[in-house]
């Protein structure tokens, strides 16, 4: 268990609206990454953050911003939501593992519905 | 483009037997593999990895085996048990590349019978 949390764990919202999700860690980890699961897609990489305020986009990351005030918390805002942002969103942190290898451990996911 | 294909979306073996799943890559810049298991609802789990300077890596009944030359990779689950049933993804990382940031593969649906 790499203590991962993310809230809320489900969300219904409507089209235009500001959504925030949060991921909040308790193992003081560098590394922190927002993804999206869709099927057909697999997981795609949105933001990550390499350390507090040290934040950079992804491969799908058209719509949404991120934040990282504090170590353990990484916030993904939808600042006005669609449709199309309606997905599974994981949270994960990177753990040092042999020589300069990292291993991603995930938290339990947000399910978002944009009405 | 997809740099990390899963060509089999689902796969049904026994209890008991070999399941195979099959990961393919196209980017020669990626030096580590990871296998994780989804089960519906919950986070990814990490499974399995493996370096791009090793050929086979070995955890209990799950194995992985990489083959650079034609960027190919496997996990092995033997003997398979119902509990295996899961989805499966196969990810890959570049060192260095987006803070090590993973690129999945679209995911397998293995289904283990009794």
């Known amino acids: 268990d790499a203590g991962i949390t993310q809230s809320p764990r489900h969300k219904v919202t409507e089209t235009g609206t500001p959504v925030t999700l949060r991921c909040h860690q308790t193992e003081n980890h560098r590394y922190m990454y927002w993804y999206r699961q869709d099927p057909g897609h697999g997981l795609r990489l949105i933001h990550y953050s390499y350390g507090v305020k040290d934040t950079d986009k992804g491969e799908v990351s058209d719509g949404y911003s991120v934040s990282r005030s504090k170590t353990e918390d990484f916030l993904l805002t939808l600042e006005s939501a669609t449709s199309s942002q309606t997905s599974v969103y994981f949270c994960?942190?990177?753990?040092?593992?042999?020589?300069?290898?990292?291993?991603?451990?995930f938290g339990p996911g947000t399910r978002l519905l944009v009405l | 483009d997809q740099q990390v294909k899963q060509n089999s979306p689902s796969l049904s073996v026994q209890e008991g037997r070999i399941s195979i799943l099959n990961c393919d890559y196209t980017?020669?810049?990626?030096?580590?593999f990871l296998w994780y298991k989804k089960y519906p609802a919950e986070g990814p789990t990490f499974l399995i990895s493996i370096s791009s300077i090793k050929d086979k890596n070995e955890d209990g009944r799950f194995t992985v085996f990489l083959n650079k030359s034609a960027k190919h990779l496997s996990l092995h689950i033997v003997p398979s048990q119902p509990g295996d049933s899961a989805v499966y993804f196969c990810a890959a990382s570049a060192r260095g590349n987006s803070g090590y940031a993973l690129n999945f593969g679209k995911g397998t649906s293995l289904l283990v019978t009794p």
């Open positions: 994960a942190i990177s753990e040092r593992v042999a020589g300069d290898q990292e291993t991603q451990y």
């Open positions: 980017n020669s810049m990626f030096d580590y």
